[in-house]
Nanobody, 122 residues
Framework: QVQLVESGGGLVQAGGSLRLSCAAS????????MGWYRRQGSWKQADLVA????????ELADSVKGRFTISIDNAKATAFLQMNSLKPEDTDVYYC???????????????WGQGTQVTVSS
């Protein structure tokens, strides 16, 4: 019903910037939240990086506060993660996660994107 497609990862030097995108497509009535996680090698250790909720609130991991910003273009059902002042320890696969409203009765879809690699060289 819904797909999440990520883009924007790559290789950057420490101190540089990258902008990740997560585009949702399919049956979309609304967005409850969209966010980004990084696995740190294991799903059991997946950590929230940033999330943006439909109420307009955002939550950022302490390790990225002041460097990363999350935003959503509701019209395009796309979330963006602007990553500035990147550090080697930010290297990871970043996964988009979203909860999408799929009908007027309040049914939701929750799923993950395929992941995008971010590599920060020192």
């Amino acid at each position: 019903q819904v797909q999440l497609v990520e883009s924007g990862g790559g290789l950057v030097q420490a101190g540089g910037s990258l902008r990740l995108s997560c585009a949702a497509s399919g049956t979309i009535v609304g967005i409850n939240y969209m966010g980004w996680y990084r696995r740190q090698g294991s799903w059991k250790q997946a950590d929230l990086v940033a999330v943006f909720t439909s109420s307009g609130t955002t939550e950022l991991a302490d390790s990225v506060k002041g460097r990363f910003t999350i935003s959503i273009d509701n019209a395009k059902a796309t979330a963006f993660l602007q990553m500035n002042s990147l550090k080697p320890e930010d290297t990871d696969v970043y996964y988009c996660n979203a909860e999408i409203l799929i009908d007027s009765q309040g049914s939701t879809w929750n799923g993950w994107g395929q992941g995008t690699q971010v590599t920060v060289s020192s």
